[in-house]
């Protein structure tokens, strides 16, 4: 009887342990799950999955922005303003097409430039 008793309290111990490594495992699991769809969405809806901006966006209009930087008086951008070699431009500074915190959701091009053009902190 005793015998009994004890094997039943283990066998519950031991379901009681089983639900909490479950429940962990799901939590750790989420946790896991929704830091790789972060990490997949910037890789999914990257750069090249995003529309373009469209240079008579309202905001594109009131920042000058223009997909072709040589399209642009070069007295009014300096000649070396580029998007690609903006701070805020998050591409690499020969990819074509990047994201830009200006324009949330949509690319500019590597050849552009607006007049929020920033230059990169060095260092
Ligand atoms: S802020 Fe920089 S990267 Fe963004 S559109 Fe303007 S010049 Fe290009």
Redesign the pocket.
Known sequence: MQGNEKSRTRKARRSRLSLLSRRRFIKTAGAATSAVTIGFGTTAFGAEELPRVNEDDPMAKA?N?VHDAKTVDAAKRFSD?Y?NN?A??AGAADDAWAK?S??PGKV?AGE???S???PKQSG
């Open positions: 920042l922005y303003r998007c903006c805020l431009y830009c200006i324009f500019v552009g430039w607006c929020a053009w920033a």
